[in-house]
């Protein structure tokens, strides 16, 4: 991956507690992600890597540290207002209409871009319909980036599942985030889907530009498409740095790849 | 009037300027370019290729699927004189490097990033290969070989080179030459290397324009153009006949959404190969299968009605006043949507050609209204041989020979042909020219055939495997393993056969049953069977098999050249053909001869009337191993028909 050149800090994550109840999901946890690199979190089950990913993504609210997006801190902030600041994500479990079309549900990801309010867009007519155009515009790029034409107008429940997953991605680059969130991005796939979607994740951080921050249990795939991998234990980070240094950090083996072997 | 290609573009470009010229999908919508566009287009490549410097006479590969910009690169090269090599799409890295290197190539046009790495690749092999122009930027940004650029740096210098130079463009075209050489086309050879088929401009727009005037195209017409650019097929449908007709080509968006675009589309004019007529009506016998009851019931109906009405309409021959309201019914309720959900609503003329085509697919499109009709031909003759004329279509001839073309039947049972659209040469190949072309201009075809009493080419097999069936009642009768074996396989219950008959006094045949219909029908009807070779030497699967080829004897009974060729004993082979075992190719032809001698006991029990046979073979498992299989097989005769002489 000689071609990418990480820059400044995006996402400064510092010091993040979180707890629910009684129960330490995360405990000061800091890490940083810089511009335009994909950033791995990883960690055996239960290690808090959704957590972390829902804390940056505004769903949590931890109970100390910051999170800053661009030198910007945010505490009490909600995940509209985090989208607002150009941060998308995928979801593990999928978050798509399934009864609705390809189309659509990449259309709805476009919804933050929109200036018409609901009435114009119901009755569709003058500023409504222009402003749908130029939103299919940037839709059909995406469509023609993930290589799905073939299923424009195909309800997405139909779809097998790993085209879901594509189409899920679709959904949140159609908001042209700076970062991305994804949750396990290859969860349930096969390995030809797994080939494909770490062949996607790395076209959009070169094509775009987007910064890339990844949940994933598969570790062939992080070690292949990170350029830094934070490890995540029990709520507490154990490692970071470039794949080769985490492959051979012994606290990792024990507590990740020990369990694997 | 004697035009070359890039003529026939100015004409189109200032006689009708805004008409459309070619479509293309992209990012949703068809995007439309006009023959001025077009012009424009293909006269700043054409520049730019010039200021690189291709000349007259040298070679241009292009490579990719159907896109607007390659058909202008082609254009572009035919306009500086020199020679347009489309090359498969899909062909490895490795497969490219003898054309490359047998043309001299210096310059290449490809479509995308998969085609840019392939052209890197061989480089190492061909040094020659200098510059590399790209269409789809995707992917390439971080490239930097030298010589490679993307193809709007190369219209951009065009741009360039045409203000410096503003009569270069017309004086280029100005000097082409009928006669000159147009493009070239490589031909798979099953032998050694491929051979490049050189054809000129002459060759290409006389046959074009022949099959034009047979099938009355005109500028009306539409086309959807999806299959390899590199296929002469697909050159004269929407390239050579694009020229001389000035219809629409239709770019699909992608390889997986031809179906849907055909469907935008609606061509008038269409070719596909059986296969995909084949899985057309697959998917449609899927989706009716789950279709509720009362669609189901409607459906069979209709389809009933369409098998029994519709080909005599198709063949412009009378039908009762209540049987053309009935057909009119059935077409509102299902032929019509049907159509259109192939995308065929509009379909005037639609070609097949390249295999056989099973009497029972070929009647389906006939039946709901679709004019499907066969044609003969090769890259060599620049494709148009033999046409169908409307209303003679048959799904067991070829046509009858089209203006210009002359047939000639060697004795051999090889067919002849001399027409005005045979290829110059073999590229750099004197020896397999004269091989083909006969001093006085006939082109040995390789195919045996003759013609019927209704004057349509029947093409029976190649020459080299036709046989002679020798002694016993049918000696001297013509022996086609593979037009037997064809008619055989049209029953969805045969999966491969083989038969046997050259220098014997009878035909015999191998049978390999279709696990999974054969399987299927067996459940059916409550019979147990624990695997392949139990199932295959069943009493009723023998009884099932024995039908099919007694509807084949008899068929072949009624076709005076082909009644020798009735087969008069067979056996179902205990395991399946295999190319593992050495028994079929790679694309899954039949080995007669080896599997001949792999099964001599089995030939020997077949000719010396045994009942059944021992057999035990060797077999090749997936991961390599090996094993015997061990079995009687049961031996099966079959009645044979008197020739009924001939039936039409």
């Not at chain 2, 067991?396 to 047939?407: C, L, M, Q, W």
Request: hydrophobic share 40%.
């Amino acid at each position: 991956m000689g071609t990418r050149q990480p820059g400044d800090v995006v996402l400064d994550v510092h010091g993040i507690s979180l707890s629910f109840g009684g129960v330490k999901a995360l405990s000061n946890v800091t890490f940083d992600v810089k511009e335009h690199e994909i950033r791995a979190i990883i960690g055996p089950n239960g290690a808090g890597k959704s957590s972390m990913l829902n804390c940056i993504n505004g769903v949590y609210q931890p109970q100390q540290g910051s999170i800053s997006l661009r030198g910007k801190t945010f505490h009490q902030m909600n995940s509209r207002q985090v989208a607002e600041m150009g941060v998308a994500r995928t979801f593990q479990n999928l978050a798509l209409f399934k009864g609705m079309s390809v189309l659509d549900n990449l259309m709805t990801g476009r919804n933050l871009k929109m200036r018409t309010n609901l009435l114009q867009q119901a009755i569709r007519w003058g500023a409504a319909e222009r402003e749908e155009t130029e939103q299919r515009i940037v839709v059909e790029r995406i469509i023609d980036f993930l290589e799905i034409q073939p299923y424009r107008k195909t309800p997405v429940g139909r779809l097998p599942y790993g085209l879901q997953k594509r189409v899920d991605l679709g959904r949140a680059l159609a908001m042209e985030p700076q970062v991305l969130l994804l949750d396990e991005p290859m969860a349930g796939m096969n390995v030809e889907e797994k080939q494909d979607m770490s062949r996607f994740i790395l076209d959009v951080n070169d094509e775009f530009g987007t910064t890339i921050v990844l949940i994933e249990h598969d570790m062939g795939v992080v070690m292949d498409i990170s350029d830094r991998i934070v490890v995540l234990d029990y709520g507490k980070k154990i490692g970071d740095g470039a794949p080769e240094a985490v492959r051979s950090n012994p606290e990792v083996i024990s507590a990740y790849l020990g369990t694997v072997h | 009037m004697s035009p070359t290609f890039p003529g026939l573009l100015l004409e189109h470009a200032a006689q009708r300027p805004n008409a459309p010229a070619l479509r293309e999908k992209e990012f949703g919508i068809w995007q439309t370019l006009s023959w001025s566009e077009l012009a424009a287009v293909v006269r700043a490549i054409a520049c730019g290729l010039a200021e690189a410097g291709l000349t007259r006479g040298q070679h241009l590969v292009v490579i990719g699927e159907n896109r607007p910009r390659l058909y202008a690169s082609m254009l572009a090269a035919q306009a500086l004189g020199a020679i347009p090599v489309p090359l498969y799409q899909d062909a490895a890295a490795a497969e490219f490097v003898f054309p490359i290197g047998n043309a001299d190539v210096s310059f290449a046009i490809v479509e995308d990033q998969e085609q840019v790495d392939k052209m890197l690749e061989v480089r190492a092999s061909c040094p020659k290969l200098a510059r590399i122009w790209f269409d789809d930027p995707r992917g390439l940004r971080h490239y930097s070989e030298a010589g490679l650029a993307p193809l709007d740096a190369l219209i951009a210098a065009g741009h360039a080179y045409d203000a410096q130079h503003p009569g270069f463009f017309a004086a280029e075209v100005a000097k082409a030459r009928p006669a000159d050489v147009a493009a070239m086309f490589y031909t798979s050879g099953t032998t050694g290397h491929a051979k490049g088929v050189v054809h000129t401009h002459e060759t290409l727009i006389d046959r074009a324009a022949a099959g034009a005037r047979f099938d009355k195209l005109t500028a009306a017409d539409e086309v959807l153009a999806y299959l390899p650019p590199a296929w002469i097929g697909q050159n004269i449908f929407s390239y050579a006949q694009w020229l001389v007709c000035g219809y629409v080509v239709n770019c699909p968006e992608s390889a997986s959404t031809v179906m849907i675009d055909l469907k935008e589309i609606g061509p008038t004019y269409y070719f596909a190969p059986p296969r995909v007529f084949e899985g057309l009506l697959t998917s449609v016998t899927i989706r009716m299968e789950d279709a509720g009851r009362i669609k189901r019931w409607l459906f069979d109906r209709a389809m009933a009605l369409a098998r029994r009405i519709g080909p005599a309409r198709m063949d412009g021959k009378p039908v009762s006043a209540i049987d053309r309201l009935r057909y009119a019914l059935g077409n509102l309720i299902i032929y019509a949507p049907l159509r259109n959900t192939l995308g065929f609503s509009r379909v005037r003329v639609a070609y097949t050609a390249g295999e056989a085509i099973g009497p029972d697919l070929f009647t389906f499109y006939r039946s709901i209204g679709i004019n499907l009709k066969q044609l003969y031909g090769s890259t060599e003759t620049a494709v148009f041989v033999c046409l169908q004329p409307d209303h003679e279509a048959r799904s067991d001839t070829v046509g009858v020979p089209i203006e210009g073309v002359e047939i000639r039947i060697e004795p051999s049972g090889e067919i002849l042909v001399r027409s005005p659209g045979l290829l110059k040469e073999y590229f750099k190949n004197p020896e397999a020219t004269a091989e083909v072309l006969t001093g006085d201009g006939w082109y040995r075809t390789g195919d045996a055939g003759f013609v019927d009493a209704a004057g349509h080419v029947k093409i029976i097999d190649r020459a080299k495997d036709v046989g002679r069936i020798f002694g016993g009642a049918n000696d001297g009768a013509l022996f086609a393993p593979k037009y037997v074996e064809n008619k055989l396989k049209f029953f969805p219950y045969i999966k491969e056969a083989v038969a046997f008959g050259d220098r014997r006094e009878k035909v015999c045949a191998f049978i390999n049953i279709d696990m999974e219909a054969v399987g299927n029908w067996a459940e059916k009807r409550n019979l147990p069977y624990g695997g392949y070779a139990e199932l295959s030497q069943k009493v009723q699967v023998g009884e099932l098999i024995r039908d099919c080829v007694q509807k084949v004897n008899a068929d072949l009974a009624a076709d005076d050249k082909l009644a020798g060729s009735q087969i008069s004993r067979f056996l179902v082979l205990h395991k399946e053909l295999d190319a593992d075992d050495g028994e079929l190719t790679r694309t899954r032809k039949v080995r007669r001869g080896a599997i001949a001698e792999r099964y001599q006991v089995l030939v020997d029990a077949l000719y010396e009337g045994k009942s059944e046979q021992y057999i035990e073979t060797a077999v090749k498992f997936e991961d390599g191993r090996t094993g015997k299989v061990a079995a009687t097989l049961k031996i099966i005769d079959v009645p044979t028909f008197a020739a009924v002489g001939r039936a039409a």
